[in-house]
């Protein structure tokens, strides 16, 4: 079996997660479709439900959704073959990505001292 076969195989073998935290999917897919558009939706249903218990359990698996799609978008950077500014782009807003989640964890903190 040639590397490259090897390679895809091992690839497709991946879940879902693992191939997201990789970077697997490219930059422009794991930034703008699993991180910019998800991070939306996310934000406008936790705006939408009035529960602070729902808001709670939303919290909950959305800070490790976070933190593997932050990881996938930088490893998709360190691997972007296009323009440079690209891939420097997509770090500095993986860092203020980061400075999001302690935020969340700081709101999720703050939810579950009302519960």
Known sequence: ?????????????KGFFSKLMSGDFGLAKTYWLYGFLVGLIINV???IIPSLGAVAIILALTIPYQVM???????????YQGRTAWAIL???A???????VLGS?????????YL
């Open 1 to 13: 079996m040639s590397k490259i076969e090897n390679t895809s195989s091992a690839m497709e073998q």
């Open 45 to 47: 249903v936790t705006r």
């Open 69 to 79: 799609v932050l990881l996938g978008v930088w490893r998709a950077a360190d691997r």
């Open 90 to 92: 997509a770090k500095i």
């Open 94 to 100: 993986t860092v203020l990505g980061w400075l999001g």
């Open 105 to 113: 964890l700081g709101v999720f903190i703050e939810v579950l001292g």
